[in-house]
């Protein structure tokens, strides 16, 4: 179907896609990559009057380090990221996370910023961007504030960001070194979406025992999150004996979600395998 | 799709019940409603203005309440359509006194989505319902909490007045 009529504007600065946003309010639309917005509009699910597309913005679409942090522009396309040498360094978790997003065609055009303000629940980045504790900036025409992605995500399809607000960047601070980390999702065939997706990160003390673990979990419920059970049943122990039982809570308190595709028991047991497989994936790569 | 859970409300089971029965203070605290009028005993219909993301839409249709059985049990109807997509399904609602300060909500309801809606929606149309749900909820708790402390205890005598007048005129009309 086509979508309705709409009127185009390429925003010239950010500044400029701000001062649209106010002045069209509820009619105006971010237009980042478009491959969550465009099939919905092409479904006349959403109408919006204006599209403000802010993909082109240069300002928004470069990776850089900065105070000890990689901060990556909100515009950055999942190609430009699973590519970039910066961020396959120090940020290895986000490469191989975004590597593993839709396709090629999604990941030429998708963009980080666009992904995590659709907050789609099976989308594949906030697994490790909660992982990664990143920081994500927004701005307003009133000045700019940077939220925790544990605080980003507040459910679905919804986020901390308010009309009249633009996603700018994400930062992240470097993994640090000899920290293992992995990715795993079970992909939904057709979409490529993450029916489950696990981000973890894992640090080992002096003795190979876990010293510091952080999990992601996306896919599972209406919004991403920390797996903390999981996080603290593996503090201080052996990571071969541990992994197993500290698995197991991966859906503990969770609402998980349910659709065509699972269940919402068949989700949770995903959780736990994902979450099992993610630690022993990332055990071998990490160095006490 | 079907959707089933309880939940529970920190007042006493016939303030849960009036306010259940309660269009205009329904109205308010269904995420996104519009209006809700009184069609006949037991009958509305509405208008809800639903946005979730970028997916917004206006939807209208009737609600139909059955089998009631005060202060404890009744069934829902609902029919709504709108340019994208349709909802048809019936749910029952029964609150169980837990003590005299709170009540237990249990709900269980089978639903039928339909249209454009479902084609990009299928992945996150039972979330989207449990999140309304659980807004609807807090919302009613939030209600019932300011009951409690008396906010709308003195408005309730000029409601209860207006209401038995807007039946009053509904029963006038519908003999015609």
Redesign the interface.
């Known amino acids: 179907?086509y979508p309705s009529a709409f009127e185009y504007h390429r925003a010239s600065s950010v500044k400029d896609a701000l001062k649209m946003l106010a002045d069209y309010g509820e009619d105006g639309?971010l237009l980042a990559g478009g491959h969550s917005?465009v099939?919905?509009m092409k479904?006349?699910?959403?109408?919006?009057a204006h599209l403000i597309d802010i993909s082109g913005l240069p300002e928004l679409g470069a990776i850089r380090e900065e105070g000890g942090k990689i901060v990556i522009g909100a515009m950055t396309t999942h190609r430009a990221v699973e590519s970039s040498s910066l961020v396959r360094a120090k940020l290895g978790l986000l490469a191989e996370c975004a590597a593993l997003i839709g396709d090629i065609q999604v990941r030429n055009r998708g963009t980080i910023g666009g992904s995590i303000a659709?907050?789609?629940?099976?989308a594949d980045y906030p697994a490790a961007i909660l992982a990664l504790e990143a920081e994500i900036k927004i701005e307003s025409v009133s000045g700019s504030r940077t939220v925790k992605a544990e605080d980003f995500f507040i459910?679905?399809?919804?986020t901390a960001v308010r009309p009249g607000e633009i996603v700018t960047e994400v930062a992240l601070a470097p993994i640090s070194t000899g920290c293992g980390f992995a990715y795993l999702k079970h992909r939904q065939p057709a979409s490529g979406?993450a029916m489950v997706g696990v981000a973890v990160l894992l640090a080992l003390g002096k003795s190979r025992t876990c010293e510091r673990a952080r999990v992601g979990i996306t896919g599972l419920a209406?919004k991403p999150f920390r797996a903390r059970a999981v996080e603290s049943a593996l503090a201080g122990k052996d990571p071969a004996q541990a992994f197993a039982s500290a698995a197991a809570h991966a859906a503990d308190g969770i609402?998980a979600?349910?659709?065509?595709?699972a269940a919402a028991d068949f989700r949770a047991e995903l959780a736990r395998v994902y979450t099992r497989r993610a630690l022993e994936m990332a055990l071998p790569r990490a160095k006490a | 799709m079907k959707l089933s859970g309880e939940t529970v409300l920190s007042a006493p089971r016939e303030w849960v019940w009036d306010l259940f029965n309660d269009p205009q203070r329904l109205s308010k605290l269904i995420p996104g409603c519009e209006k809700l009028e009184i069609l006949g005993p037991d009958e509305y219909s509405g208008t809800l203005n639903v946005g979730i993301a970028s997916v917004k839409g206006v939807y209208s249709g009737k609600l139909k309440l059955e089998d009631k059985r005060a202060p404890e049990h009744y069934r829902m109807l609902v029919d709504g359509k709108g340019k994208q997509g349709f909802i048809r399904g019936s749910g029952t609602l029964d609150l169980e006194a837990r003590n005299a300060k709170s009540t237990t909500i249990k709900y269980a309801g089978d639903v039928q989505i339909g249209g454009p809606l479902v084609q990009v929606g299928q992945r996150v149309i039972d979330s989207a319902a449990k999140m309304m749900l659980g807004q609807f909820f807090a919302a009613a708790e939030a209600e019932l909490q300011a009951e409690a402390s008396g906010k709308v205890a003195r408005q309730g005598i000029f409601l209860n007045l207006w209401r038995s007048i807007v039946r009053l005129f509904a029963r006038f009309f519908r003999r015609q």
């Open positions: 179907m639309k917005l099939p919905i479904l006349r699910l959403a109408q919006p659709h907050a789609d629940p099976a459910d679905l399809m919804t979406f209406a609402d979600m349910s659709d065509i595709h």
